[in-house]
């Protein structure tokens, strides 16, 4: 057995560069070394755990926990966490970073305008928007699915689910892209502070004014938990709001984009979702799982110490579920790198697992069958911009997803 003693390599998880080499370096993790320890840029030091079967035990493990309160000092949560105290409490307190019983509080206070069945009732609007969306470059012949459609569509359904200005779309992405951008990289954090601080300023005027005029929205509905007291604190109202516009902003679209971008890639496996369209679904399955918007899970702690293939993950030591691995492991996954409209038994980790499943998972399902569908039909000659320089991925630490997407039909 290795203990934890040893200095851990620093890993550069977020660059471009990684990101096209990461599936092979995860192969090589998942036979060589599949619990492994490496040094984020803030100095933490964590697991990577990139075997399907780790990766999915450890979503489901009480043992690791979200909330590291109580197993870090202040002093270490103060280095890791790089926010200062004010922003950290009032956009940190979602039920993404939460244990029972706070979790499901939390998660409770939405979960209804999340089911199935709540978002069917949007297909018509998302149909809407899609077409819109399409209507305004129908004619150029020419367009970057990033920004002229993959980005729109989903931020103008949760910013109308919210109760949110559409208007203010771009003034999110930049705050938003800034703080992913910026996850555990202390020096970049420090540059977006003045970014996070606008977008708070800006949920507290959204606060203020629903406070006073209460909507058919989402907002209002939260604000109205928050005033019957005991259900919501109000750093907590901030959180949620927050983490809804968040990833509202940074996942479907690369659902959207990626699978675009899949489907270009291996023209095969595009005409055949042409000519059977009723393929949708399990296309939009193995997107997920070829290239998932979330690379990786979000930080969990140990909160005991456990033993995983000889590994000693101590009390108090982080650990990172590398979805985007798990969905590549030759063990749970034939041909794990192929890619396959039509494969079946596709039980992929990309929306999570555990109390932590995606609570967007139906609407970014919808959102993106609808958007495929949509562009598939409307530009059925499809190609990627044949004067664009090499496309790049995103430089984001738990995010995959392409910087542009030049395409001409
Ligand atoms: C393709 C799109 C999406 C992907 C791949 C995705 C992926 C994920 C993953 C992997 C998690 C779990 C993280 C972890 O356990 O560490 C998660 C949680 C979550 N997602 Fe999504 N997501 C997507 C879209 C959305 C959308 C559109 C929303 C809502 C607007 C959303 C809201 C949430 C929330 C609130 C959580 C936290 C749930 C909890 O802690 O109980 N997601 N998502």
């Known amino acids: 057995m290795s203990n934890s003693n040893h200095a851990a390599p620093q890993l550069d998880l977020f660059s471009s560069e990684f990101k096209d080499k990461a599936y092979s370096f995860y192969a090589r993790l998942r036979e060589q070394e599949p619990v492994y320890r490496f040094t984020l840029p803030n100095g933490q030091v964590a697991w990577l755990l990139t075997r399907y079967e780790d990766a999915q035990a450890a979503l489901k493990d009480n043992r690791f926990i979200k909330n590291p309160h109580t197993l870090l000092s202040q002093e270490q949560m103060n280095k890791m966490m790089v926010l200062p105290m004010l922003e950290r409490d009032l956009l940190t307190n979602s039920m993404l970073n939460s244990d029972p019983p706070d979790h499901a509080r939390l998660r409770s206070l939405v979960q209804k305008a999340f089911t199935p069945k709540m978002i069917e009732e949007l297909r018509g609007r998302i149909q809407e928007i899609a077409d819109t969306l399409l209507d305004k470059v129908q004619d150029k012949g020419k367009m970057n699915i990033i920004n002229e459609f993959a980005f729109p569509l989903p931020i103008i359904v949760i910013c109308e689910m919210l109760g949110i200005s559409t208007e203010d779309r ?72 927050f983490l809804l516009i968040v990833a509202g902003h940074e996942t479907t679209v690369n659902l959207i984009g990626n699978g675009v971008f899949a489907l270009l890639q291996h023209p095969d496996q595009l005409e055949k979702l042409k000519s059977n369209p009723e393929l949708i679904s399990s296309a939009i399955e193995e997107i997920l799982r070829f290239y998932g918007p979330v690379e990786l899970a979000t930080s969990r702690w140990a909160n005991e110490d456990v033993l995983l293939h000889e590994k000693l993950i101590r009390k108090g030591d982080m650990i990172v579920a590398a979805l985007a691995s798990a969905n590549r492991d030759e063990t749970q996954f034939e041909k794990p790198d192929l890619f396959d409209v039509t494969r079946k038994n596709n039980r992929h980790l990309a929306f999570g697992l555990g109390i932590h499943y995606c609570l967007g998972a139906p609407l970014a399902r919808l959102e993106s069958q609808i958007a495929l569908l949509t562009l598939l039909r409307r530009m059925p000659n499809l190609h990627l911009n044949p004067e664009t320089a090499p496309l790049k991925w995103r430089p984001t630490y738990l995010m995959r997803g392409l910087i542009e997407l030049p395409v001409v039909f």
Not at 175 to 186: C, G, K, M, T, V
Not at 226 to 233: D, I, P, R, S, Y
């Open 170 to 241: 771009d003034q999110f992405r930049e705050w938003s892209d800034a703080i992913i951008e910026a996850s555990n990289l202390p020096e970049k954090m420090r540059e977006a502070l003045p970014k996070i601080q606008s977008f708070i300023k800006y949920m507290g005027h959204l606060i203020e004014e629903r406070r006073k005029n209460p909507a058919e929205d989402l907002v209002s509905a939260l604000i109205q938990a928050e005033t019957e007291g005991e259900k919501l604190a109000e750093n907590e109202l901030y959180s949620m709001i």
